[in-house]
């Protein structure tokens, strides 16, 4: 027979042995589901810490500051978001020294932000343990982005009724991009340069932009299209206004839009190191005394600059209140920097498919525009244009051929060289920004052929003139790329700029030129949009020369306008992979 209390003792003995087991297994689930509540809490935190301190990086005018804000932001999300004593915490150690800020390559600042505190256990402390430690780690990237958008609003766009198509195409890129957040800004040109705006984060309104459904109207919609093309002149002072924003932490970046090549200079003929001008012998031009080239004039810069009486073919380009240029090739006056006084003159050369046959002309530019923007292409009266320039005796081209008796694009025919300018004797080595005519060594190579006369490049006809144009936008585009030290407080800094390229065909003239464009974007890629492609890879083509040292950027070739928007586009998701 069965005893059964004994069972029932061996019963209450084993139920109370296993309590010792299950009470403990119990309370360890309790404690854990408190620790990870805890964890997940802090670990959210945490995360949006990281986030806020990469937003902090676009706060402040030095790299320093920059980091003080997102130290700042983060301890101040992570105390919002884990607030003191949550679920009995103490001990929490989140400080600034807890953000850790570094810069794993070009332009890309990475955030770490750690977090760790103290929680007391409910009963694991049967066990011997009070309290544990619960911690947290975040990570994030920002990449500032401050973009210039260069337009080339050359005449044979308008030609191939393609202005507004290319308006809606630079619009269609700034809606890509965040206002409030990116800086986007805006220089248009043909032989002429007009900075419509320095880099804002209200570029949606200021510039224009479609986003879906969504569009508005600004300065991109004002652009009309006429004119040369000045290209290396753009992109220097697209650079100009990058550098003036100094933020030597931010993807800098150049939009260049062209349909053309490069044809057109703005250059000083008086050369300071060899105290002589480049006014030619034969020129009926005067300087300020009077005085021919044949006749003993322009000996002397105060021939020339005199006061406020300047012998200057083209108006000097305002640069804002500081350049990266040196003082050598720059004239302050008012507070505000320009471009050098001097024999300055913007000279251009139409391209070799702009007439049946070829072209071969050189041609004065037109004279300078009134205003703000370029007058529309209906608008061809004096009215629109500064028609005393060139007739002044105390400004512009006095007795010169630098300014057209009538305004408008069909009077250029009547003011073509098909021999080289008789004005010039010689053309300067550099243009008015430094960028050279035909750079060599640690100038950078140059594209085309150009041949030279001692120090200066031989004024030998239409085919010099424009190789030496292709080159100065080559150059141009290899000096922005090498970079120029950052002004204060980041002089330890160079910015050195990514460009990117939008070649645009199927307007009026010679298309880009996709080994230039290659060069200037630093792309060594070949045409990933059209089929069949258009052009192949750099290392494959002549004369196409990338360099690994500096930013790689990307050129897209757009053969007609009804892909203008896409290449765009491509442009900006190619821009906005690298910012995040």
């Known amino acids: 027979m069965r005893n059964r209390n004994n069972e029932k003792g061996l019963t209450l003995i084993v139920g109370t042995l296993s309590m010792l087991l299950i009470v403990p297994m119990i309370g360890l689930s309790i404690d854990v589901g408190f620790l990870y509540a805890v964890k997940s809490k802090m670990q959210a935190a945490v995360d949006g810490s990281a986030l806020a301190a990469a937003r902090g990086l676009s706060d402040g005018s030095t790299l320093s500051a920059q980091e003080s804000a997102a130290e700042n932001n983060a301890v101040a999300w992570f105390n919002a978001n884990f607030p003191s004593n949550y679920f009995g915490t103490y001990n929490i150690n989140m400080t600034t020294s807890n953000v850790i800020i570094t810069q794993s390559s070009t332009n890309v600042r990475n955030v770490a932000v750690s977090a760790t505190a103290s929680v007391d256990t409910f009963f694991m402390k049967w066990l011997g343990f009070g309290a544990t430690t619960v911690g947290a780690n975040g990570t994030a990237s920002r990449r500032d982005v401050v973009i210039m958008l260069v337009l080339d609003r050359s005449f044979s766009i308008q030609l191939a009724s393609a202005c507004t198509t290319m308006k809606a195409a630079a619009k269609a890129f700034t809606g890509q991009f965040a206002?409030?957040?990116?800086?986007?800004?805006?220089?248009?040109?043909?032989?002429?340069?007009?900075?419509?705006s320095a880099p804002t984060t209200s570029f949606q309104s200021t510039l224009g932009y479609t986003q879906g459904s969504n569009s508005g109207t600004g300065l991109i919609d004002n652009i009309n299209c006429q004119g040369n093309t000045g290209t290396a002149q753009a992109l220097s002072v697209a650079y100009n206004e990058l550098w003036k924003i100094n933020l030597p932490g931010a993807l800098n970046a150049i939009l260049l839009e062209?349909?053309?090549?490069?044809?057109?200079?703005?250059?000083?003929?008086?050369?300071?190191?060899?105290?002589?001008?480049?006014?030619?012998?034969?020129?009926?031009?005067?300087?300020?005394?009077?005085?021919?080239?044949?006749?003993?004039?322009?000996?002397?810069?105060?021939?020339?600059?005199?006061?406020?009486?300047?012998?200057?073919?083209?108006?000097?380009?305002?640069?804002?209140?500081?350049?990266?240029?040196?003082?050598?090739?720059?004239?302050?006056?008012?507070?505000?920097?320009?471009?050098?006084?001097?024999?300055?003159?913007?000279?251009?050369?139409?391209?070799?498919?702009?007439?049946?046959?070829?072209?071969?002309?050189?041609?004065?530019?037109?004279?300078?525009?009134?205003?703000?923007?370029?007058?529309?292409?209906?608008?061809?009266?004096?009215?629109?244009?500064?028609?005393?320039?060139?007739?002044?005796?105390?400004?512009?081209?006095?007795?010169?051929?630098?300014?057209?008796?009538?305004?408008?694009?069909?009077?250029?025919?009547?003011?073509?060289?098909?021999?080289?300018?008789?004005?010039?004797?010689?053309?300067?080595?550099?243009?008015?920004?430094?960028?050279?005519?035909?750079?060599?060594?640690?100038?950078?190579?140059?594209?085309?052929?150009?041949?030279?006369?001692g120090s200066h490049?031989?004024?030998?006809?239409?085919?010099?003139?424009?190789?030496?144009?292709?080159?100065?936008?080559?150059?141009?585009?290899?000096?922005?790329?090498?970079?120029?030290?950052?002004?204060?407080?980041?002089?330890?800094?160079?910015?050195?700029?990514?460009?990117?390229?939008?070649?645009?065909?199927?307007?009026?003239?010679?298309?880009?030129?996709?080994?230039?464009?290659?060069r200037i974007a630093n792309d060594p890629n070949g045409d990933q949009l059209n089929s069949p492609a258009k052009y192949a890879a750099c290392s494959t083509e002549s004369n196409c020369v990338t360099y690994s040292s500096q930013p790689q950027g990307v050129f897209i070739y757009s053969a007609s306008p009804s892909v203008w928007g896409q290449a765009f586009v491509q442009i900006a998701s190619q821009i906005l992979r690298l910012s995040h």
């Open 179 to 196: 206002e409030g957040r990116d800086m986007i800004g805006l220089v248009s040109f043909a032989d002429d340069v007009l900075v419509q």
């Open 457 to 518: 490049v031989a004024n030998s006809g239409y085919t010099n003139f424009h190789n030496a144009s292709e080159n100065t936008a080559d150059n141009a585009a290899y000096r922005i790329r090498n970079g120029f030290a950052f002004p204060s407080p980041n002089a330890s800094e160079n910015l050195q700029a990514t460009i990117y390229v939008v070649g645009l065909g199927g307007t009026v003239g010679s298309p880009p030129d996709p080994i230039l464009m290659q």
């Open 258 to 453: 062209t349909d053309g090549l490069p044809n057109t200079m703005t250059l000083n003929f008086w050369d300071s190191t060899n105290v002589v001008s480049g006014v030619s012998s034969s020129s009926a031009c005067v300087d300020l005394n009077s005085k021919t080239e044949s006749g003993g004039g322009f000996k002397t810069l105060t021939t020339i600059v005199n006061g406020a009486s300047v012998r200057q073919w083209t108006p000097k380009v305002p640069l804002g209140t500081s350049s990266y240029l040196p003082s050598s090739l720059t004239y302050t006056t008012g507070g505000t920097v320009y471009t050098p006084q001097g024999i300055v003159g913007a000279v251009g050369s139409c391209d070799p498919g702009d007439a049946t046959g070829g072209c071969a002309y050189m041609f004065t530019m037109q004279e300078p525009y009134t205003g703000v923007m370029p007058p529309a292409a209906s608008c061809n009266t004096t009215s629109c244009f500064e028609s005393a320039w060139a007739s002044n005796a105390s400004t512009g081209a006095y007795k010169c051929g630098f300014g057209e008796a009538s305004a408008g694009e069909a009077d250029l025919a009547a003011n073509n060289y098909t021999t080289p300018p008789t004005d010039f004797a010689w053309f300067p080595a550099t243009d008015v920004y430094g960028n050279y005519l035909n750079p060599s060594g640690s100038e950078g190579s140059a594209y085309q052929s150009v041949t030279m006369t």
